[in-house]
Nanobody, 118 residues
Framework: QVQFVESGGGLVQPGGSLRLSCAAS????????GGWYRQAPGMQRELVAR???????YYADSVKGRFTISRDNAKNTMYLQMDSLKPEDTAVYYC????????????WGQGTQVTVSA
């Protein structure tokens, strides 16, 4: 059964850093492109960053230069290093394949809350 478990969120001050982890089970994650997504209150879920099977990365303009996506295929895990955090980064962060739902349609994990506030 496919499962994505996100962790690493929390409360951080502006300018701070967090590292999110995404543990995948039920799939061989390395054969899929992966993505980190986020959803702020009252907003639609949006793609933040994605990584191909070969390790090429792409970022939304709003996080470019501040966030770094990576993956450890041996651990079936994906990461999102977030630096220079801003209040507008506050959201629930989710991981999935890219595009989302490739393995299990309409499936999302529980996400991890990131709150950036002084």
């Amino acid at each position: 059964q496919v499962q994505f478990v996100e962790s690493g969120g929390g409360l951080v001050q502006p300018g701070g850093s967090l590292r999110l982890s995404c543990a995948a089970s039920g799939i061989i994650f390395r054969i899929y492109a992966g993505g980190w997504y986020r959803q702020a209150p009252g907003m639609q879920r949006e793609l933040v960053a994605r990584i191909t099977t070969g390790g090429t990365t792409y970022y939304a303009d709003s996080v470019k230069g501040r966030f770094t996506i990576s993956r450890d295929n041996a651990k079936n895990t994906m990461y999102l290093q977030m630096d220079s955090l801003k209040p507008e980064d506050t959201a629930v962060y989710y991981c999935n394949t890219f595009p989302a739902g490739l393995v299990k349609r309409d499936y999302w994990g529980q996400g991890t809350q990131v709150t950036v506030s002084a």
